[in-house]
């Protein structure tokens, strides 16, 4: 989604992503009821946060960011209820206090706008909206294993744009426990971590 004008609304939003926010909550959670109020629950923080958006262009990963974090939210939740210690989640959730898991996550998100086009769709489609690989295999009209490259190529590209231009201190459990930028090697995205 590339909105051009300036502004656009939670209803727009909510028309042109519903769907495919569906699928990726539907992916990582099991109930269906379940699925729903976590939907509720996305766009009224849309709606809330809205103004905070500064880059439309961006909105997608944006969207998408709310949705993990709702889906975290929803998991160390039930967590807390049911004393669980075991996730059914496959993102990643903070396990020491003071870690800045959630921040490099958006941060990450937001660099993938700078991998080359091929390797973009197929790690946003991935990562950001939750597709299986086979699934985008058949979107993008390649084999299972072009998109596995694809997907592992994306990555290790992520990897080398995001230890470029920042600094990591991680904790035994490997979260973040401070970012800092690298000097003269901030891409554009990548003022987060100061």
Known sequence: MNPSPPSVTTEQIWRELSERLRHFVQSRIPGAGDVDDILQNVFLRIHQKFDALRDTERMESWVFQITRNAITDHYRGKR???????????????????????????????????????????????????????????????SLSGA???IQRGRKKLEEILHACCQFQLDTRRNVLECEARSNEKTADCDRCD
Request: charged share 25%; hydrophobic share 35%.
């Open 148 to 150: 596995k490259s694809r």
């Open 80 to 142: 807390n209820l049911t004393q669980e210690s075991d996730s059914l989640l496959e993102v990643t959730e903070p396990s020491s206090e003071g870690n800045v898991n959630q921040e490099v996550a958006a941060c990450i998100a937001a660099l993938i706008d700078h991998l080359p086009e091929v390797s973009k769709r197929a790690v946003s489609m991935y990562e950001l909206e939750g597709f299986s690989q086979a699934e985008i295999a058949r979107r993008e009209s390649i």
